[in-house]
Each structure stands twice: as structure tokens, then as C-alpha cells.
């Protein structure tokens, strides 16, 4: 019996939220906010009659603490789920702290505006210390901590598929597979096509940021920082077969090189296909993904914006993106002091997701570990006051929800590795 307020009801929402009503015998009310309460209400009349689960609907603009601490007071959840972006998350993070409540989400911060000089200043001594220039880092969470453990609240940041499964496959690796992991690569492949020249998978802000970004990786206690879509490689994916892909940042190394400290090299990778490279090439060198706004004809426009307004709403990809998705991670490291290598990962079909919840993979392979995420919270598993990743939680219980609820696992004890 829970009472949960989900924020956010876009792509990932949608799947989650259905996800949630599979589990009705947990999730029993469920409260859905957004900033278009129309998307909330549409996808509540969707679900009537298909499941116990109790669905209310609301507006609210969460980038408002206030708005936001009035919801969840009226609500009175016990978990608040933050699947709307990256840019509200501390805003949430602040509300379920005034009102005493637990915290997910699945993307760690960054802010809307990285213009803001305030933000910037921090920013900037950050890129110097630490040495990674992305906009996202989990400085600005972690320093919940204190206020979560004071509070007896529990925050859990990033629970999606990378950052989130990946990180508890690491934990599970950790568990029963090594005594210790000397290198982890995180594959990420999306062998789908959808037909169009160009679109976005997700949210198409947050995802060209970070895929235009510079890349780096984790090696010998220290960030290397390389170009953007400097490092390739080809893998043959199990079930998608050869892809190119290319290493970058990406936000679960920097928790991962945290909590195992003794790992001596993460990366991460991402296949892209050619075209989309050189769409997204161009764009960029025309100043399209530029978030600093411009005046035209005295209307002020910020382009990336302005561009996510030109192309396909990822919504609306699902019925036509064939293919599948495969997601895991590459460890080698040592067992009974012998060396080894090991692969767990999952391959999720565009078409099976489509049939199921009416999206395509990459949405389902985001909600469908959110949901999970809120499941150990609820049921107990993974409540500890303070804010944590996933992989400071025990996988298992976690994987065994991830095989129930469709996102399945494979093992292979002799992979191919990246060299
Ligand atoms: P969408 O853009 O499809 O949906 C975002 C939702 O948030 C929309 O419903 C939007 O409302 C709502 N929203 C935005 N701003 C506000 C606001 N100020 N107040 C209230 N609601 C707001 O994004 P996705 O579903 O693709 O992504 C959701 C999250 O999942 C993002 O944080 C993304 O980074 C993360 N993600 C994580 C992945 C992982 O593996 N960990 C992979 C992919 C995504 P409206 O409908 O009005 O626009």
C-alpha cells in the first residue's frame, strides 16, 4: 500500500507510470504531475480499467519550491518520483525535504541556464578541480547528503538505465563475480532506426548537449578529457551485430570511480550512426544548440529549443523504430586469484516496447528501472537516510525486479572486450 507522486509525464513518465499499474498491489494510489496536466490526464484515462492502481492528476511547474511543497502536502505521498528533467532537480529535492518525504530521479542536475554567471563561477572551479568539463555533475546532489540523513529521508539519484542498471549490474559484478574489478566499459547501443534522418531518441536538449560534449573517461584516479567523439570503436553487439561507437562522459563513471575506488580504468561508450553525426555536426557548427537565447525579430529564442520545436516529438518514434537496444557492461578483474572477464547486459526490442506501453526503447529501458527503483523504496529494500546511487544498494533484488518487469539480463563469461 504506497502513495506515489510522480513529476513529469513525458517519454520516461508514460512508461513508467504504466509500469507502476502493473504493480498495483504496491503502487495503490498514484498521483500524476506535470506542466501540462492534459498529458497527465490523457495517459490516466489510458490506463483506466487496466489496472487497481488509483491515478489522480495535477498541474505544477516544479521549477516552483512552492508549487511543489503545496502538491506534495495535499498528495501526501510517500515517495515523490522526479521524471520530469535534470534541470528541477534540486528544486524537488527541496520540496520533499520541506515536507519530509523520499526522493528518486533519473538524471542528475544540470541547470537550464548555463549562461547563469552564479552557476557558471561554480562551474568552472569544478571543471578545474576535477578536471571534466560536462554541465552535469552530482556535486550539487551530494550536497543533499546531510540533509537527507538529518531528515531520516532517503534520496536516490539516477535510477534509469545508464546512469542507474548499469550501475547495479556493477554491484552485482562486484558481488558475485570478482574480488576485484580492475576496468569497467559501459556499452550503450542503439541498434534502432526510425526512418528519419534525424531525431532524438529523448528529450532532444539534454541529449545533444551531452552527446556534444567533450568525452572522458576515468583512469589511474583521474579524469581524462578528450574531444568530443574522439575515441571509436567497433563492437558486434549480441542480437544488433557490428556498430561504430564512440566514447563520452557520462555521469554514472563519475559515482562508480566514488564507490569502487580500486577500479583502475571506466568508460563509457555509445553507438551513433553516421548520419546522425553529421546532422548533429552541422547544427552545432550553425550555433542550433547553442542554450544562450538570441533576438529575433524581437522575440527571443534560444535555439536548441527552437530546434526541439522542428523535430520529431521522441514520443512519436515508437511505432516506427525497428530494432533493438543492448546496454551493459564489460568488466575484467580478478576472482579466486585468477584473472577474468565478464559481460551482463540487456537487448530490448523498439517493436515488443511499442506493443506493450505505445513507446519505443529507450523510453521503456528508463522507465521500467525507474519504476523498479520506486519499488525497493517502497517495499523497504533500499530506504537508508541520505542520498545514494544505485549501486550502494544490493542489486539482486533490484535485477530480479529488472528480469519481472521486462528488462531482462544476459551474461557472457568470455566477451569480446574494447581495447
Ligand atoms: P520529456 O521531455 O519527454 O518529458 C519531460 C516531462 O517533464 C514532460 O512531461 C514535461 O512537461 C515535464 N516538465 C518539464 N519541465 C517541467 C516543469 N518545470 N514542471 C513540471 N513538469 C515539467 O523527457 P524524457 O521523458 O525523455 O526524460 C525524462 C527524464 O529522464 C530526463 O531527466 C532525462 O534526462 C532522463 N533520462 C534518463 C535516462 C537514463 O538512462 N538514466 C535515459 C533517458 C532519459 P511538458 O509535457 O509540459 O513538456
Known amino acids: 500500500m504506497s502513495r506515489v507522486l510522480v513529476i513529469g509525464c513525458g517519454g520516461v513518465a ?23 496536466k492534459e498529458k497527465c490526464d490523457a495517459l490516466s484515462r489510458k490506463l483506466e480499467g487496466k489496472t487497481k492502481t488509483v491515478i489522480t492528476t495535477a498541474k505544477v511547474d516544479a521549477d516552483d519550491v512552492n508549487q511543489l511543497i503545496q502538491l506534495i502536502n495535499s498528495y501526501k505521498p510517500d515517495l515523490v518520483m522526479n521524471i520530469a528533467l ?82 547495479a549490474y556493477c554491484a552485482y559484478a562486484l558481488k558475485h563475480e570478482f574480488d576485484q574489478i ?27 548537449r551531452e552527446v556534444s560534449a567533450p568525452g572522458s573517461y576515468w ?30 562522459h557520462h555521469e554514472e563513471i563519475e559515482s562508480l570511480a566514488q564507490t569502487i575506488p580500486e577500479v583502475k580504468r571506466i568508460r563509457f561508450f555509445m553507438t551513433f550512426g553516421q548520419s546522425y553525426l553529421d546532422h548533429m555536426r552541422c547544427l552545432e557548427d550553425v550555433g542550433m544548440l547553442s542554450t544562450t537565447p538570441i533576438n529575433y525579430n524581437g522575440q527571443e529564442i534560444v535555439p536548441i529549443q527552437f530546434l526541439k520545436a522542428l523535430l520529431p516529438d521522441p514520443a512519436s518514434l515508437g511505432p516506427r523504430t525497428k530494432g533493438k ?44 528501472p525507474a519504476m523498479c527503483g520506486a519499488l525497493m523504496m517502497l517495499t523497504g529494500k533500499w530506504i537508508r537516510p541520505g542520498v545514494y546511487t544505485v549501486e550502494e544498494f544490493d542489486p539482486d533484488p533490484f535485477l530480479e525486479a529488472l528480469d519481472k518487469y521486462g528488462l531482462p539480463r544476459s551474461e557472457n563469461h568470455n566477451p569480446e572486450l574494447v581495447d
Open 219 to 248: 583512469e589511474n584516479g583521474h579524469w581524462v578529457e578528450i574531444p568530443p567523439m574522439a575515441i571509436k570503436r567497433e563492437y558486434d553487439f549480441d542480437q544488433v551485430g557490428d556498430k561504430d561507437m564512440y566514447l563520452l
Open 86 to 167: 535534470p534541470y528541477q532537480d534540486l528544486t524537488i529535492m527541496d520540496a520533499c525535504l520541506a515536507c519530509g518525504v523520499n526522493y528518486m530521479d533519473t538524471a542528475n542536475y544540470e541547470p537550464e541556464d548555463t549562461d547563469d554567471p552564479e552557476w557558471r563561477a561554480i562551474y568552472e572551479k569544478r571543471c578545474k578541480e576535477a578536471g571534466f568539463s560536462a554541465y552535469f555533475d552530482y556535486s550539487w546532489q551530494w550536497a543533499y547528503r546531510k540533509k537527507f540523513e538529518e531528515a531520516g529521508l532517503t534520496a536516490l539519484l539516477g535510477c534509469g538505465f545508464d546512469p542507474g542498471v548499469t550501475q
Open 14 to 36: 508514460s512508461v513508467a507510470i504504466q509500469k507502476c499499474c502493473q504493480a498495483d498491489e504496491v503502487f495503490t494510489e498514484l498521483c500524476i504531475a506535470s506542466r501540462t
Open 182 to 208: 580492475d576496468t569497467i566499459d559501459i556499452l550503450d547501443c542503439n541498434g534502432g532506426d526510425h526512418g528519419y534522418a534525424f531525431a532524438t531518441n529523448f528529450n532532444p536538449e539534454i541529449n545533444l
Open 325 to 368: 537496444t543492448n546496454i551493459g557492461c564489460i568488466f575484467t578483474g580478478v576472482k579466486d586469484g585468477q584473472e577474468k572477464t565478464y559481460y551482463i547486459y540487456n537487448v530490448c526490442d523498439h517493436q515488443e516496447c511499442y506493443k506493450e506501453v505505445g513507446s519505443q526503447a529507450i523510453s521503456y529501458t528508463t522507465g521500467v
